[in-house]
């Protein structure tokens, strides 16, 4: 019995990630969220605001959008150097460990920590337009549409490109027996 509950738990967190349900689930919710949090605004706000002409609900939106662009302009400020120089060691480790030296989890986490990083530039630029321009209205929810079919994308060709190379290894370590 104590080495079925062993093996259970040890195939439950297992290492080889692409062959892990909970990777994929985890990479679903990652794009999902990323997807429905623009710069920090939940994208039903948008849908509510332009769907329903309420100008409390118009308020709502340019305030939010507003603070949520100044809290990532304002880290930037005060973080952006020290999170540049992490995320970039982050990511370089994680490729050399994922890539040179073939640790699949690595390789996971790279092809969600990179995308996640492209990502994280286009936020900043997205607050940084918010605040230097001020839109408003249906200006706003242009820039904030239109961001948020960048993060799509991205998420996209993340996840093809993670299904891809996840198939590849799950199939040459099937066949191959590495």
């Keep these: 019995m104590p080495l079925d509950l062993h093996l259970t738990i040890s195939e439950l967190i297992d290492a080889r990630s692409f062959s892990s349900m909970w990777y ?3 990479l679903a919710a990652f794009w999902s969220m990323l997807s429905h949090y623009i710069v920090g605004v939940p994208f039903d706000l948008v849908q509510r605001a332009q769907r329903r002409d309420d ?3 118009w308020r709502d939106l340019n305030r ?4 949520q662009a100044r809290r990532y302009v304002s880290f930037s ?3 952006g150097l020290l999170a540049t120089a992490v995320g970039g060691f982050l990511i370089t480790a994680l ?3 994922g890539f040179f030296y073939w ?3 690595c390789q996971a986490l790279f092809f969600l920590v990179f995308p996640f990083c492209l990502l994280t530039l286009l936020s900043q630029r997205t607050a940084q337009e918010i605040l ?4 408003e209205g249906p200006e706003l929810v242009a820039g904030l549409k239109r961001h948020r079919l960048c993060t799509q994308l991205v998420g996209i060709v993340s996840i093809f490109f993670t299904a891809f190379w996840g198939i590849w290894q799950t199939m040459s370590v099937g066949v191959l027996g590495n």
Excluded: V
Aim: glycine share 0%; net charge neutral.
């Design 24 to 26: 994929w689930i985890a």
């Design 55 to 57: 100008p409390e609900t």
């Design 64 to 67: 939010l959008s507003q603070i």
């Design 77 to 79: 400020a005060r973080a």
């Design 95 to 97: 490729f050399l460990l």
């Design 103 to 105: 640790i699949e989890l």
């Design 132 to 135: 230097d321009k001020r839109p």
